[in-house]
């Protein structure tokens, strides 16, 4: 029998706790959530309102003789919704760019054959599934952007299938491998209806930072037994990081860290490998949340709050603190995507630059970095063409507009659709 040691999540607390990254199911996606402020009119549909239409048209539509219809609703439906938007848009050519160029990072999601199987080194055979989600809405559900391996991994059995075709290229690229019943539930949270690619790709382009590669696999590669079943150690440290709870290391995975990312003289201890690892994934979590709270806020509408697990980037993390000093991640990038009328490829660099200028520390327990910190540093530093209050108002009620008018659209057709 394999020992254990427990891992008081205390000492992985950042000042705030952190939920899972979990892979979504499909009725996950449509639990309702505690948004980051109050929703004005025109808010995010709830599970009770969605729930039944996306089952009519999942009824609607089903079977492969009926396939072409229900892609051409889809893409009707999209359509009318992003012509509302730009309607209510007070800047409607600006607001035409930014979908366009956020739709552009789809065809990122994936590079066929980009990295051979064998750099793959430390990852065990996977003989759990993952447990299932405990949050909700937008976290992916279907197809996700895996840290480590720079591939599109699947979050659940419906995906497998088209994951490993794409890895194996025997599959294109495009939005109909979402199911049609996911793509309409995001177009009804005024995203686009391929908003889980979008959100790889944009993922795929912040990941600049090539050298904690090896060590995600490795979280990646080991399950720990969480409330809800076997997770990955990476998902059970994010789950419990800044709770009571612990997570248990097996002393055949500390043996194989210390083995794998060297440094043997100072990992003579299980003790010291432990409190290595430990500092390690603080680093890591640190780079990678930065990556994943920027590709969110770019694509989601102001009204919708981030994953839970990245709270301390959203606007309600600010809630306390002194006026110069209340802007958050999320503020900040709101305020220079309409300093940049709304292009979201000049964050995705500004970003880049900031992930490159200052790389995680190797060895990853050798010291602390926070790109949040640098990127705030940035901020500070950039000449706005406007006041940044002025420019948040403006980005705020344009965001609120263009929802309002596209969720409008997007519910009503729903609501039409005939058995």
């Known amino acids: 029998m394999l020992s254990l040691r427990s891992l008081s999540a205390e000492t992985l607390s950042l000042s705030f706790p952190i939920a899972p990254v979990l892979a979504l199911l499909f009725a996950a996606a449509l639990a309702t959530h505690a948004p980051a402020q109050t929703p004005a009119a025109g808010s995010p549909p709830d599970a009770a309102q969605l729930a039944p239409l996306l089952k009519q048209l999942e009824k609607s539509f089903a079977g492969t003789k009926k396939l072409e219809a229900g892609e051409a609703f889809l893409r009707d439906l999209e359509t009318r919704a992003a012509d509302a938007a730009l309607a209510a848009d007070d800047e409607p050519e600006l607001y035409r760019k930014e979908l366009a160029a956020l739709r552009s990072f789809a065809a990122q999601a994936h590079v ?112 720990n037994p969480g409330p809800d079943g076997e997770e990955t150690f990476y998902q059970a440290l994010d789950r419990t990081s800044g709770t009571d709870a612990s997570v248990f290391f097996y002393d055949l995975m500390l043996a194989d860290f210390t083995k794998g990312f060297g440094d043997l003289d100072g990992m003579k201890s299980l003790k010291v490998a432990h409190d290595h690892l430990h500092t390690a994934f603080l680093t890591y979590r640190q780079y990678r949340g930065f990556c994943e709270a920027v590709a969110h806020s770019l694509l989601l509408p102001h009204d919708e709050p981030l994953p839970h697990r990245l709270r301390r980037y959203d606007y309600s993390s600010t809630k306390n603190l002194p006026a110069g000093h209340d802007y958050s991640l999320r ?18 660099q500004l970003a880049q630059e900031v992930l490159r200028a200052h790389p995680l520390p190797d060895p990853l327990w050798s010291a602390t970095s926070d790109p949040v910190f640098y ?40 609501a039409g659709v005939k058995a």
Do not use: N
Not at 333 to 347: K, Y
């Open 112 to 223: 066929p054959a980009e990295r051979k199987p064998s750099e793959w080194k430390l990852v065990r055979k996977k003989v759990a599934k993952v447990a299932p989600p405990t949050e909700t809405w937008p976290e992916v559900e279907f197809l996700a952007y895996a840290f480590g391996t720079r591939e599109l991994a699947a979050q659940s059995e419906p995906a497998l299938k088209p994951a490993t075709a794409l890895a194996a290229g025997k599959l294109a690229l495009t939005p109909q491998i979402l199911p049609l019943g996911l793509r309409a539930a995001d177009l009804a949270r005024c995203t686009p209806a391929e908003r889980e690619l979008i959100l790889a790709g944009l993922l795929r382009a912040l990941d600049v930072d090539r050298g904690p590669e090896r060590y995600a696999r490795f979280l990646d590669s080991w399950r």
């Open 331 to 348: 503020h900040q990038i709101d305020i220079l995507l309409e300093d940049a009328e709304g292009d979201p490829l000049a964050i995705v």
């Open 375 to 414: 990127f705030g540093e940035r901020f500070a530093e950039k000449k706005l063409r406007a006041t940044t209050e002025e420019l948040k108002a403006a980005r705020w009620k344009r965001s609120e507009a263009r929802a309002r008018a596209w969720r409008g659209v997007v519910m009503e057709g729903l």
